[in-house]
């Protein structure tokens, strides 16, 4: 909506505390270079004389626009006129909340790790989040951040955003039962809290295994953000992703999920990171042509889009088309040392010498570099969205899966030591099962893993857990 977005800046324009809040324009289908040259030329004049108001604004904009160097740059400058700034705490907790904030200005750092308080008074509610976000995301001190939250808690009694920062931290300390409090608490103040119900999703997709609940929870959310945020396509993104890949590929379950995500396409169809998202959906529903469809489309929007690529050759491969995957494969292996390593394209190289029928020394070895990435990953993640998000539990199932293709079919005779294979399979489900106990597959799997390698016990009581989660579970 840039055309409106001009119209309503052009009635402040002349607002001196918001003069360099002037990006609309860039934003706009059809960009008037010239008035766009008018006001970055004025930009430059107001900023060298600007108090702090005006600063404060200009920073929370170009962080809300994703302009997070800018940001940086106009954080700093605040810091320097007042360290007490509330805004400054605030846009610099946003700012290392995101990837392209890691290098925080120095001036900018130590403001942080000053006390909470502030020549004795409290703090503002956006300084203690700033604080929070920072103790979260710099440090991954989820403890010391509960201690602020807990004071934002009482201070804010009927602040929102304070319960919801409350039941996120226990979700990411592990403190299911206290965090399902937290998250009534929030519904019963807002039935619609968007991340109340998440919270809710995750826990009957990664604790409980509910899936028929999980569904019913999804719909739930897909109403709520239909009332609340019906034009964020990104929001209605985000909230299919964790969700996509807990669901254990039951089809209620990626039925809503595929809902969430045409409601972002809808609102952004030539989104190449939503057209991905939509392949990985359609692998998970085994509709392979659907999949490669979705995938070469993020690939006209977006030519240079891994997760696109990756995905055409997995459906290649899953199609048996071994010669076309493999060209493609070896092209994305001459460009790595750009693009680094990544889990996918280890699977894809064990995934394609299985279907060569290679040697299962270098099927296993690709595997094992897979897994090092995907586990690296995540290794200094607490188990929120995100981290389900990263270690994405289906794609280490598939891994788990072409390990067990390469172990034994049977225990081992009394006395006899178990295959070395199967503690590389079992590494991979316990990382999942680990986190998400409800994700049955992975239960069964490692219970297989473990009779397998003649431990019947752990395996009886794995199968023995699964049944109980699920009756109907035939494997």
């Known amino acids: 909506r840039s055309a409106e977005a001009i119209r309503e800046f052009m009635t402040i324009v002349d607002n001196r505390d918001v003069t360099l809040c002037c990006s609309a324009h860039k934003q706009d289908k059809t960009v008037d270079k010239e008035a766009v040259a008018e006001f970055e030329e004025r930009v430059k004049t107001e900023v060298k004389g600007c108090g702090e108001v005006v600063l404060q604004q200009a920073a929370l904009f170009m962080f809300q626009s994703g302009r997070y160097d800018k940001a940086r740059e106009l954080v700093d400058s605040v810091v320097k006129l007042n360290p007490a700034s509330a805004t400054a705490w605030h846009c610099a907790g946003g700012l290392i909340s995101c990837a392209e904030a890691i290098h925080t200005p120095r001036s900018l750092s130590s403001t942080l790790r000053r006390p909470q308080t502030a020549a004795g008074r409290k703090l503002h509610a956006d300084a203690l989040f700033g604080k929070i976000a920072y103790l979260q995301k710099q440090r991954a001190d989820f403890a010391r951040s509960m201690e602020l939250i807990n004071q934002a808690v009482v201070q804010f009694s009927s602040f929102l955003p304070a319960l919801i920062e409350k039941c996120k931290a226990q979700v990411a300390l592990g403190d299911w039962e206290q965090a399902l409090e937290t998250e009534r608490r929030c519904l019963s103040a807002n039935p619609r809290c968007i991340d109340a119900l998440r919270v809710l999703l995750l826990h009957k997709l990664c604790r409980a295994g509910n899936y028929q609940e999980a569904a019913r929870q999804l719909g739930e959310l897909i109403q709520a953000l239909d009332q609340t945020e019906p034009h964020s396509h990104r929001l209605y993104f985000e909230a299919s992703l964790a969700a996509t890949r807990l669901s254990g590929r039951h089809r209620l379950v990626l039925q809503q999920t595929g809902t969430l995500l045409e409601r972002a396409l809808t609102l952004a169809k030539d989104n190449a990171e939503y057209l ?19 995938y ?40 790595s040392s750009s693009i680094g390593k990544s889990a996918q394209l280890s699977f894809l190289a064990a995934l394609l010498a299985s279907k060569k029928n290679e040697a299962p020394e270098k099927i296993v070895a690709a595997l094992d570099e897979a897994v090092e990435c995907q586990v690296d990953g995540v290794a200094n993640m607490a188990p929120t969205e995100e981290y389900f998000v990263a270690l994405s539990p289906d794609f280490m199932l598939q891994i788990a899966k072409l390990y067990l293709q390469y172990g034994p079919t049977e225990p081992p005779t009394k006395g006899v030591a178990a ?4 503690a590389k399979c079992a590494r991979v489900l316990e990382t999942v099962t680990k986190t998400a106990p409800g994700l049955l597959e992975a239960v069964y799997l490692l219970a297989r893993v473990k009779f397998l390698g003649g431990n019947i016990d752990s395996a009886k009581s794995g199968a023995q857990y699964c049944l109980k989660q699920d009756p109907t579970f035939a494997d």
Do not use: N, W
């Open 276 to 294: 991905t998202e939509h392949g990985y959906q359609q692998l998970l529903l085994e509709q392979e042509k659907e999949a490669l469809k979705a």
């Open 296 to 335: 070469r489309q993020a690939m006209s929007v977006d030519q240079s889009s891994v997760q696109a690529i990756t995905g055409v050759i997995l459906c290649q491969l899953l199609d048996g088309q071994v010669e076309e995957a493999g060209q493609q494969l070896d092209f994305l292996a001459e460009i």
């Open 419 to 422: 295959a070395p294979i199967l």
